[in-house]
């Protein structure tokens, strides 16, 4: 039940994301659309790692070692979401370093005055 | 007119297809088998009770490694496309003296900061016992970096430190690896050094070395990203 409300969450979180990247011109408003995206990708990913009654993949005094494999959530999702975020934060940056180069180009945050490498 | 009906079209069919997934999921009652043999192995042969670190930094360390690579490249992609001969001009309409912050930020940044930095300590040392690691101590410090280039916008980093403490960071993490094909069982293998007591604070062999190791490299990786995008050349962010 949580994971299904979690994966919903993230779902809609890229659709918000997908709608902010289509409908605005302004570069840095698509720039938070990728990000509302990107997030949305990492819940959904921790999402169907969940498994029921399931608990974090720490062994500690809660969760023995013995039973920790029937009582555990799936840890690969998780692995691969902590690398994710780090990647997105990366890109990102990337992203908003070229929109200050190109605002330097033309003066105008719309991505409508880049018509150069349009097809 | 026409480009905003393409787009609700298209946000309606993603709608209609994430619908059907979400509507079709149902929640796993047990392990992969893959996960599974994480589980069970990661605590065991690896003495690291946080499966999750275990996983980021033997098992798939090489993704980490291949990851760090990357921050990297974004660190001096950043630097390359944003440095090239663009301060010149912008000095122009930049003339005015910033306000400084007041005394309320100024006193509270210097509170914070370095009970931020303990913490971020706190994160990667204990990456292998609990929630942490090195990425996320790594994120702290920089967020620590983050607070002081707000609240001292005239506050010069030491960019030839952080590159060279960054590069030494990531030669060492490789020596970690090329070690562990020599005395452990293949490249960044954890058990260079011994595992000790299961859930103490020195144990898990390499993973906290590697750990720290992998914070201080993330941690001056996005001080540099993020001295990147304060106006002025590297290095010397006072000329404007």
Partial sequence: MISSIVLTTGLLLILIGFWGMLMHRNILRIIIGFSLMSTGTHIVTVAIGYVKNGTAPIIDRVLNMSEAPSRAVDPIP???VVTAIVIGMAVTAIMLAYTIRLYDSKKTLSIDAFTESKW | ?????????????FGFVFATLATSYTEQHSLRRLAE??????????GAPNVITGILLTYRAFDTLGEVAVLFMVGAGVVL???????????????EEPRPSSEIVQSGAQFLSPLIAIFAAYIIMNGHLSAGGGFQGGAVIASCVLLVL????????NIEFLTITESVAGVLFVLTGIAGVIVAGGFLDNRILPLGQFGAFFSAGGIPVLSILLGIKVGCELSVILDGFRPGPVGQKDKV
């Fill in chain 2, 1 to 13: 007119m026409t480009r905003r009906v393409f787009a609700v079209v298209a946000i309606v069919l």
């Fill in chain 2, 150 to 157: 707000l609240v001292y916008p005239h506050y010069q980093l």
């Fill in chain 1, 78 to 80: 998780s692995a691969l």
């Fill in chain 2, 81 to 95: 496309v944003l440095n090239v001969d663009r301060w010149p001009h912008a000095a122009a309409h930049s003339s």
């Fill in chain 2, 37 to 46: 043999s994480y589980v069970q192995l990661v605590p065991q042969k690896l």
